[in-house]
């Protein structure tokens, strides 16, 4: 069983939707969570931390459910802007060297 | 700003070549990270370091080794390329520790084996 598991969409939906995905992992032990965005032929990049109690950063809203094992994402007012793969990520320790990620989760908005 | 450099964007190579794709971040970053991303499969990681000459195994090591002389600089070596190691080689950094951990990616090296 994969580490970390995504849908990997892709989800297509219009400007202005609110679009939400789950990642779940196995690993009981995990102690930070994270999502990531990567544009097209671009480099990944931190878009938000997850925290148990939740973590909103405008419109995205990140989740933690320990005892369900996932985190999740929700985009509220998608805009074509948001079109992107975000990525799922975890660190295995709390001194973390080791980040993985999963394989991501395509989302396309369309005007 | 963080800054991580991987030193060619794109590489050709013929089967059996040993081939070294060198990563360099100026941030002080104790640890770094070399991942390769396939279509489907996402980002993979293929060995990581927390300390200088300190290397650790990720999920798909075999065919690679890695160096780490200085901080600032991890080498990922194929020491005989296969045409299966085609693929986008992704370096990252980031600082040790609780809390967030943000890795920098470099721009990624496309390496096509032949």
């Known amino acids: 069983r994969k580490e970390v598991e995504q849908d990997p969409g892709p989800f297509n939906v219009p400007e202005g939707a609110t679009v939400a995905f789950n990642c779940t992992y196995s690993n009981s032990a995990s102690q930070s969570f994270f999502w990531y965005r990567q544009d097209c032929r671009k480099e990944p990049k931190l878009l938000m931390s997850?925290?148990?109690s939740g973590n909103e950063d405008g419109r995205f809203t990140a989740q933690l459910n320990r005892a369900s094992q996932y985190i999740s994402l929700l985009i509220r007012d998608s805009k074509l802007s948001d079109s992107a793969t975000y990525l799922c990520v975890y660190c295995p320790h709390s001194s973390a060297s080791k980040i993985i990620f999963g394989s991501g989760t395509r989302l396309s908005i369309r005007p | 700003d963080v800054k991580v450099t991987q030193s060619s964007r794109y590489l050709v190579k013929r089967t059996g070549e040993k081939v070294f794709l060198e990563c360099v971040q100026d941030m002080d970053h104790e640890n770094m990270f070399w991942y390769r991303q396939d279509p489907g499969l996402g980002l993979r990681l293929i060995y990581f370091?927390?300390?200088?000459?300190?290397?650790e195994k990720g999920d798909i090591p075999e065919g690679y080794s890695v160096s780490r002389e200085k901080k600032e600089r991890f080498s990922l070596i194929l020491e005989s390329a296969s045409t299966n190691q085609t693929s986008m080689y992704l370096c990252?950094?980031?600082?040790?520790?609780?809390?967030?951990?943000?890795?920098?990616f470099g721009q990624g090296t496309r390496l096509t084996v032949v």
């Open positions: 370091s927390y300390d200088v000459k300190m290397k």
């Open positions: 997850v925290y148990s």
């Open positions: 990252a950094s980031s600082l040790q520790g609780t809390g967030v951990l943000e890795a920098f």
